[in-house]
């Protein structure tokens, strides 16, 4: 099975039937959560007083190798953000404009698709060396003239799974590009894209905008592929032995427990099996957590199989599932999703559009007969681009409600 999405979905129901197992099993050893081992990297650090800033406020910045990027200025900014309890964190995020741009050139906060447990694969290491492979999003936006920010979006833990999270280090990545004067985009229109787990960053961002970041005027959103409810995604999919998604959804346990150790305790419910896979892949990215979860199913590594019954792990996930929040973009939004591509739920999708826009949000939605989840994003991002493109030029943004 190759399919993108049927790994995604995938992963989130092993993820909560590996969550779940932690209501109906004594602990096992090594039961606190396995975080990512830190980079050598003194500018990733928080400092010691991070908790006197304010969200966005701007910790060090630096400047990065242009040689992948010929005629390009590339920075990095570290900067306040929040986590999911609410407590101050150090954010990256990773901004690339040319050579001589003008003053006040639009931005793009682009969400790179990272699937991913180890420090080195988030965007601000990966951009560097490859390991990033979103192929359709990052090339189209700097051809399309714009200066680019990539927010490591999964936070300091790599706590995969972690929605809202994403969105909150997303606005706070806008708050610092910014607040930097060397980057002379102080009064800059600002818009959002991702797609898949990018998306979902996106798409929380922008739901998030209006009470997380009231002071963030987008100019426009464009969010794909977006998965808005993983507790329907689990539902409809159900448990497989062995599966070749298996590893993605080990990973979504382990970093959502890294981001709620204390209502997700993954960790003290897994067989020694478990405990070892989860320190194998504690720092890897994307392919090989695919690859070292092949040959494992839920029973290898859990002491139970329960799926979807606990209620400290509905509320979780459903806090990270955009269908159940409450909150509205402001700013006009496009959004695209596979019509057919049952395993990335549509019907959640569809729901979130419609409360938009009986609410009175300004939305424009696509739905492309493609199951493939991949495919999608390849269809979709060139209708995306010219969306924004348009926002950015001040055009009325259309609507389809």
């Not at 101050?88 to 906060?109: E, H, N, R």
């Not at 424009?364 to 681009?385: R, W």
Request: aromatic share 8%; net charge neutral.
């Amino acid at each position: 099975m190759t399919s993108f999405a049927r790994r995604w979905a995938t992963a989130a129901a092993l993820a909560l039937s590996v969550v779940v197992a932690g209501t109906l099993a004594p602990p096992a050893a090594g039961a606190t959560p396995a975080y990512p081992t830190p980079l050598p990297d003194p500018f990733l650090a928080a400092p010691a007083d991070i908790a006197t800033k304010a969200p966005g406020d701007i910790l060090a910045t630096r400047r990065a190798d242009t040689w992948l990027l010929p005629g390009s200025e590339v920075w990095q900014i570290k900067y306040r953000s929040t986590n999911s309890a609410g407590q101050p964190i150090p954010a990256i995020t990773t901004v690339i404009k040319p050579v001589g741009a003008p003053t006040d050139m639009p931005v793009l906060s682009y969400q790179a698709i990272v699937n991913s447990l180890g420090l080195r694969c988030a965007p601000s290491a990966a951009l560097f060396t490859g390991e990033i492979k979103d192929v359709f999003g990052l090339p189209l936006a700097l051809a399309m003239g714009w200066a680019v920010a990539i927010p490591d979006h999964l936070g300091p833990n790599s706590a995969y799974g972690a929605a809202r999270l994403g969105g909150m280090i997303t606005l706070d990545g806008v708050r610092a590009v910014k607040r930097l004067p060397e980057l002379r985009l102080s009064n800059s229109p600002v818009a959002l894209a991702g797609y898949s787990g990018g998306g979902m960053a996106t798409a929380w961002a922008a739901a998030l905008n209006p009470t997380y970041a009231p002071d963030v005027t987008l100019a426009g959103v464009a969010q794909g592929g977006v998965p808005a409810s993983i507790e329907q995604m689990a539902a409809g999919l159900g448990l497989a032995n062995q599966h070749p998604g298996f590893g993605l959804g080990f990973a979504a346990a382990m970093g959502l427990e890294r981001e709620y150790p204390d209502r997700l305790p993954v960790s003290s419910q897994l067989k020694r099996r478990g405990i070892a896979l989860r320190d194998e892949l504690k720092d890897e990215c994307r392919s090989m957590i695919i690859a070292k979860g092949l040959f494992h199913s839920v029973t290898d590594v859990a002491n139970s199989t329960s799926l979807l019954q606990d209620q400290n792990t509905l509320a979780v996930m459903r806090e990270n599932s955009l269908v159940e929040y409450a909150g509205v973009p402001t700013a006009p939004v496009f959004m695209w999703h596979g019509a057919t591509d049952e395993l990335t739920p549509y019907r959640s999708v569809v729901e979130t559009v419609d409360r938009y826009c009986k609410a009175g949000a300004t939305v424009e939605f696509v739905g492309y007969p493609i199951a493939e989840h991949m495919t999608n994003a390849v269809v979709g991002l060139p209708s995306a681009f010219m969306y924004l493109k348009d926002r950015f030029a001040g055009l009325p943004a259309p609507s389809n409600c």
